[in-house]
């Protein structure tokens, strides 16, 4: 494996490293968070592309970003569910915080990495032109040979909007057309869409992504019955919002109603769950209480397995970081119901 600088590194997971790349999708998936975000500005903002490297050696399946494009003074509505935040959330950083744009560092990303897949964790996309979207997300996806995943979401901040001259109050609908305009686009040699908020006519757009259907899309939201449309019309993957880790079963099972009642089959739709932190007493990663419960979370259809801890901003942490997750996923999963021979659907 390589180093940072390039040259070979052992890892210390190297047998596991070789089955998650070989099996792929077709078992739970573990997923870290690469922070493009800091509570003051860093000394050097490279430390990202190091995390990606070392994610990309050490076997994790994905590395995803978060993104804000601007902060308002008052992030309250963040532990809003009724303004779409989450009950008791607290934003990572201050109105001040630093935050890097999404889809430019994920293109950063995928120049230095060469078989993780890289996603936004999520992208608040009706604040961005549907088109140059559709655009963005499948360059990127040429230049990763098909390692892109856009996870998108309507977000919770007025003033972000308000900013960008988009209608909050219209957020959601005009995601929705998002979404269909960005599937023409990249699947239709001429793409031509009308709607309230984006039309076009015969227009070509070029590259087309990896897939034949598309650059896999994941939905961020909670359990309602319009975020199930959205996954049984366009989504890969669901990225639950405001759903307790206690009630993930009863859930899911109601999202499982929803989505099949909108004519989707949500045995073909992945699910993330963001993995609680769970430390030792002297605040170190407790491997074993964080991984605890995979194998019967799987039972109930979680296949995305999310980290958000911390990851150190050197190359050589970060890796020893994740192959030490790696290695003790590898250990939880394999008492999953999934096995290679039964696996999960590839996106």
Not at 19 to 34: T, W
Request: hydrophobic fraction near 45%; proline fraction near 6%.
């Amino acid at each position: 494996m390589r180093r940072g600088d390039g040259t070979l590194h052992r890892a210390a997971t190297g047998a596991a490293v070789s089955s998650r790349v070989e099996h792929g999708a077709r078992r739970p998936q573990l997923s870290v968070s690469v922070r493009n975000y800091a509570a003051s500005a860093p000394e050097d903002w490279r430390h990202v592309l190091d995390q990606a490297r070392a994610a990309d050696d050490a076997g994790i399946d994905r590395i995803y970003v978060s993104d804000h494009v601007v902060f308002g003074g008052d992030l309250g509505d963040y532990s809003d569910p009724r303004r779409g935040g989450r009950a008791n959330g607290a934003q990572p950083t201050g109105p001040d915080g630093e935050w890097m744009e999404a889809l430019t560092v994920v293109s950063a990303m995928a120049a230095v990495t060469s078989r993780v897949r890289i996603g936004t964790n999520v992208l608040v996309a009706p604040l961005r032109p549907p088109v140059l979207l559709a655009k963005m997300a499948a360059t990127i996806d040429a230049l990763s040979h098909g390692r892109f995943e856009l996870g998108v979401g309507i977000g919770w901040q007025q003033a972000e909007y308000d900013a960008l001259g988009v209608d909050y109050a219209r957020r959601g609908s005009i995601l929705d057309e998002q979404l269909a305009a960005c599937r023409e686009l990249w699947t239709a040699p001429v793409a031509s869409f009308a709607g309230e908020h984006v039309t076009f006519e015969g227009i070509h757009m070029m590259p087309k992504p990896a897939r034949t259907d598309g650059v896999p899309v994941w939905l961020g939201g909670s359990v309602k019955p319009f975020v199930a449309r959205r996954l049984a019309q366009y989504a890969h993957g669901w990225i639950p919002w405001g759903v307790p880790a206690e009630d993930y079963a009863s859930h899911l099972g109601e999202m499982r109603a929803l989505v099949e009642a909108e004519g989707g089959d949500f045995d073909r739709i992945q699910v993330a769950y963001a993995l609680p932190p769970r430390f030792t007493d002297d605040r170190q990663v407790d491997h074993d209480a964080l991984f605890a419960d995979v194998a019967s979370l799987v039972a109930v259809g979680v296949t995305d397995f999310r980290s958000g801890l911390r990851v150190p901003p050197s190359y050589e942490a970060a890796y020893e970081m994740f192959a030490g997750l790696v290695a003790a996923f590898d250990r939880a999963a394999a008492h999953s119901p999934l096995s290679a021979d039964e696996g999960l659907p590839t996106n």
